[in-house]
């Protein structure tokens, strides 16, 4: 996101991600993101879900907690009108079982799109699925 700042910053790599979602009334309508993880979005998932993106443990403990926490922090950079509680419940309430598999597979294209190619070789625990089709997702190797 261009800032007003002497400040420069770098762009990490984003990822779109596009939901069709149905309000109670049988309305459609449509939200676009662009996802990514720099360090502020780890940071952020870390000091809110208390489990290390670094090391890969949060793929292995993706719930609807994590999950949510790991989109809000991802669309930040991007979408900065969602940095609130309330933009994390207003991002939640975007979530539901039948696009949580979608909003994953998102989060691991927009992680590794983060991670340096000279990284991207390094030893890894890889991504796995789970028998919910939900990715166990990458580390950042050792």
């Keep these: 996101m261009p800032s007003h700042t002497a400040l420069r910053r770098r762009i990490t790599p984003s990822v779109p991600l596009r939901l069709t979602l149905t309000n109670d009334d049988g309305q459609?309508?449509?939200?676009?993101?662009?996802?990514?993880?720099?360090?502020?979005a780890m940071a952020e998932i870390e000091e809110r879900a208390g489990v290390?993106?670094?090391?890969?443990?949060?793929?292995?403990?993706?719930?609807?907690?994590?999950l949510r926490i790991m989109f809000w922090?991802?669309?930040?950079?991007?979408?900065?009108?969602?940095?609130s509680d309330e933009g994390l419940e207003?991002?939640?309430?975007?979530?539901?079982?039948?696009?949580?598999?979608?909003?994953?597979?998102?989060?691991?294209?927009?992680f590794v799109a983060s991670v340096p190619a000279t990284a991207q070789g390094a030893p890894t625990d890889g991504p796995t699925t789970a028998t919910d089709g939900v990715s166990s997702g990458p580390s950042l190797g050792e």
Excluded at 29 to 40: C, G, P, T, Y
Excluded at 76 to 83: K, V
């Design 28 to 40: 459609e309508f449509s939200v676009e993101f662009r996802l990514s993880f720099d360090f502020n």
């Design 52 to 66: 290390s993106m670094l090391d890969g443990e949060i793929w292995k403990h993706l719930s609807a907690r994590t």
């Design 73 to 83: 922090a991802s669309a930040l950079h991007h979408h900065p009108e969602f940095r």
């Design 90 to 110: 207003v991002v939640g309430s975007y979530m539901d079982p039948s696009n949580a598999g979608t909003i994953a597979e998102a989060l691991e294209r927009a």
